[in-house]
Protein backbone atom coordinates (compact mmCIF):
# COMPACT_ATOMS: atom_id res chain seq x y z
CA UNK A 1 0.00 0.00 0.00
CA UNK A 2 1.28 3.75 -0.83
CA UNK A 3 0.06 6.38 1.05
CA UNK A 4 0.43 10.11 -0.17
CA UNK A 5 1.20 13.34 1.16
CA UNK A 6 1.03 16.64 -0.07
CA UNK A 7 2.45 20.22 0.85
CA UNK A 8 3.65 22.96 0.06
CA UNK A 9 0.06 24.62 -1.40
CA UNK A 10 -0.93 28.25 -0.43
CA UNK A 11 -1.52 31.72 -1.78
CA UNK A 12 0.54 33.87 -4.19
CA UNK A 13 0.48 36.32 -6.65
CA UNK A 14 0.57 35.97 -10.25
CA UNK A 15 3.80 35.55 -11.83
CA UNK A 16 4.98 34.22 -8.65
CA UNK A 17 6.34 30.76 -7.80
CA UNK A 18 5.67 27.61 -5.02
CA UNK A 19 7.12 24.04 -4.91
CA UNK A 20 4.59 21.31 -4.18
CA UNK A 21 6.13 18.09 -2.28
CA UNK A 22 4.51 14.75 -2.48
CA UNK A 23 5.82 12.34 0.22
CA UNK A 24 5.17 8.46 -0.36
CA UNK A 25 5.48 5.66 1.97
CA UNK A 26 6.38 1.97 0.80
CA UNK A 27 9.63 0.83 0.04
CA UNK A 28 9.05 0.11 -3.75
CA UNK A 29 8.26 4.19 -4.27
CA UNK A 30 11.00 4.13 -7.29
CA UNK A 31 9.20 1.52 -9.12
CA UNK A 32 6.08 4.08 -9.49
CA UNK A 33 5.59 6.48 -12.48
CA UNK A 34 3.89 9.85 -10.34
CA UNK A 35 1.71 12.26 -11.58
CA UNK A 36 0.03 15.66 -10.64
CA UNK A 37 -3.09 16.12 -11.04
CA UNK A 38 -5.82 19.39 -10.06
CA UNK A 39 -9.17 20.24 -10.03
CA UNK A 40 -11.60 23.42 -9.56
CA UNK A 41 -14.93 23.39 -8.30
CA UNK A 42 -17.39 22.16 -10.35
CA UNK A 43 -14.75 20.97 -12.83
CA UNK A 44 -13.10 17.93 -13.76
CA UNK A 45 -10.11 16.43 -12.53
CA UNK A 46 -7.44 17.04 -14.89
CA UNK A 47 -3.70 16.55 -15.47
CA UNK A 48 -0.80 18.29 -15.03
CA UNK A 49 2.54 16.47 -15.22
CA UNK A 50 3.51 13.08 -14.78
CA UNK A 51 7.01 11.07 -14.34
CA UNK A 52 8.51 7.74 -14.81
CA UNK A 53 9.82 5.83 -12.16
CA UNK A 54 13.25 6.28 -13.35
CA UNK A 55 12.59 10.08 -13.28
CA UNK A 56 14.35 10.49 -17.00
CA UNK A 57 11.24 11.03 -18.78
CA UNK A 58 8.07 13.05 -17.94
CA UNK A 59 4.87 14.80 -19.77
CA UNK A 60 3.21 17.69 -19.02
CA UNK A 61 0.02 19.35 -19.68
CA UNK A 62 0.18 21.92 -22.87
CA UNK A 63 -1.49 24.31 -20.25
CA UNK A 64 1.83 24.19 -18.00
CA UNK A 65 4.41 22.86 -20.52
CA UNK A 66 7.54 25.28 -19.96
CA UNK A 67 6.10 26.91 -16.52
CA UNK A 68 6.01 23.86 -14.87
CA UNK A 69 8.88 21.01 -13.40
CA UNK A 70 7.90 17.82 -12.23
CA UNK A 71 11.14 15.59 -10.76
CA UNK A 72 11.63 13.14 -8.04
CA UNK A 73 14.12 12.22 -5.40
CA UNK A 74 14.09 8.28 -4.97
CA UNK A 75 16.02 8.29 -2.20
CA UNK A 76 13.88 10.65 -0.19
CA UNK A 77 10.41 9.12 -2.09
CA UNK A 78 9.38 12.55 -2.72
CA UNK A 79 8.02 13.83 -6.20
CA UNK A 80 7.93 17.65 -6.87
CA UNK A 81 5.96 19.94 -8.79
CA UNK A 82 7.65 23.41 -9.42
CA UNK A 83 5.37 26.00 -10.78
CA UNK A 84 6.48 28.89 -12.29
CA UNK A 85 4.60 32.08 -13.98
CA UNK A 86 1.73 31.32 -12.26
CA UNK A 87 -1.00 32.29 -13.24
CA UNK A 88 -4.88 33.06 -11.73
CA UNK A 89 -5.79 30.03 -13.56
CA UNK A 90 -3.25 27.73 -11.79
CA UNK A 91 -5.74 28.19 -8.93
CA UNK A 92 -6.74 24.66 -8.17
CA UNK A 93 -6.74 21.62 -6.03
CA UNK A 94 -3.42 19.81 -6.49
CA UNK A 95 -3.21 15.86 -6.28
CA UNK A 96 -0.48 13.58 -6.29
CA UNK A 97 -1.07 10.08 -7.34
CA UNK A 98 0.82 6.72 -7.94
CA UNK A 99 0.49 5.14 -11.05
CA UNK A 100 -0.46 1.47 -11.71
CA UNK A 101 2.22 -0.90 -12.84
CA UNK A 102 2.18 -0.88 -15.99
CA UNK A 103 0.77 2.13 -17.14
CA UNK A 104 1.43 3.34 -21.06
CA UNK A 105 -0.86 6.56 -20.86
CA UNK A 106 0.02 8.22 -17.84
CA UNK A 107 -2.28 10.98 -18.56
CA UNK A 108 -5.07 9.02 -17.48
CA UNK A 109 -6.53 9.00 -14.13
CA UNK A 110 -7.64 5.64 -14.49
CA UNK A 111 -4.10 4.63 -14.72
CA UNK A 112 -3.70 5.79 -11.24
CA UNK A 113 -3.72 3.81 -8.28
CA UNK A 114 -2.92 6.01 -5.22
CA UNK A 115 -4.14 9.67 -4.27
CA UNK A 116 -3.30 11.97 -2.17
CA UNK A 117 -5.78 14.34 -0.52
CA UNK A 118 -4.69 17.29 -2.30
CA UNK A 119 -2.98 20.86 -1.20
CA UNK A 120 -5.10 24.28 -2.50
CA UNK A 121 -2.78 26.22 -4.73
CA UNK A 122 -4.69 29.96 -5.21
CA UNK A 123 -3.14 32.10 -7.30
CA UNK A 124 -4.46 36.12 -6.78
CA UNK A 125 -4.58 38.90 -9.87
Known amino acids: QVQLVESGGGLVQAGGSLRLSCAASGRTFSNYPMGWFRQTPGKEREFVAA????????YYADSVQGRFTISRDNTKNTVYLQMNSLKPEDTAVYYC??????????????????WGRGTQVTVSS
Open 51 to 58: IRGGGAVS
Open 97 to 114: AAARLPSNDLRRQDNYKH
